[in-house]
Structures are given as structure tokens and as C-alpha cells.
């Protein structure tokens, strides 16, 4: 994917993240604050990394995006069952508001990038649409 459709994204998250920070820090003090930031980094790490390992799958062969991608969301649910099992009994942060802001920046990152992607103009080469002059014709048309 272009830096023109996950920028969008990457800032519209950040600034999403810090948002839900300061709402925490005033509905939840101090423990909903670390669990708002705690989950922004999730979010944005999770992000970031799939896009730069579907990045240079996509680089060494095309083919290879989509199990790229899929194989990257794999890895993140289970990162992220591993980690609910970690944090599931913890005092360090307000789970509540991990659970709620993971799942804002998750929408918000989404949605920026499909309205990115949507304006974004990427040229496609369809075979057979050229000119027809210097077409040789196929044996197998007639």
C-alpha cells in the first residue's frame, strides 16, 4: 500500500489516541490514561508493522499480498489473545478503557484508510485494451 493511503491513517490514529489519552486521564485518572496509551502504541505498532510487512512481501512478488496481509492479521489477533491473557487480572492499567480505545483506533485507522484508498488513483494496465493495429491475431479467435 502507498504512504498516501496509511498516512492519512497514521495521523488520524495518533491523533485519535491522544484524544482518548486525555478523555481517560479525566474519566479514569491516571490508570485510564497508561491504559489509553498502552493501547494507542498497540494500535499504531499493530498497524504500522503489517503495513511494512505487506509492504515488502508485495515488493518481492505481487502475488504474495494478499497471504501477506492475511498472514499478518493472524499474527496481530493472536498478539493480541496473548496479550488479553497477560492483562486480563492486571492492576497496572484501567482495562476498560484498553479494551474501548483499542477498539475506537481500530475503527478509525479502518475507516481512514478506506476513504484514503478509495480517493487514491492507482493506473491498471488491462491486457487487450491497446490500440489494435499492431495486434497479431491469436490462432485460437478464429
Known amino acids: 500500500m502507498s504512504p498516501e493511503v496509511v ?4 495521523i488520524a490514529t495518533a491523533i485519535a489516541g491522544f484524544l482518548s489519552a486525555v478523555v481517560a486521564w479525566f474519566v479514569s485518572s491516571t490508570d485510564g490514561l497508561i491504559g489509553a ?6 494500535v499504531l505498532g499493530f498497524f504500522l508493522s503489517s503495513h511494512i510487512f505487506v509492504t515488502r512481501m508485495m515488493s518481492k512478488d505481487v502475488r504474495l499480498g494478499m497471504t501477506a496481509a492475511l498472514l499478518s492479521y493472524v499474527l496481530k489477533i ?5 496479550l488479553l491473557l497477560l492483562f486480563r487480572d492486571t492492576t497496572l492499567f484501567d482495562t476498560k478503557v484498553f479494551g474501548l480505545t483499542i ?11 478506506v476513504v484514503a484508498f478509495s480517493r487514491f488513483k492507482t493506473l491498471t494496465v488491462v491486457p487487450g485494451s491497446g490500440p489494435e493495429q499492431d495486434r497479431t491475431p491469436d490462432p485460437r479467435e478464429f
Open 7 to 10: 498516512r492519512p491513517a497514521l
Open 37 to 42: 496509551v498502552f493501547a494507542s502504541v498497540l
Open 78 to 82: 493472536l498478539a493480541m489473545f496473548v
Open 103 to 113: 477498539v475506537l483506533l481500530t475503527l478509525v485507522w479502518t475507516t481512514v484508510e
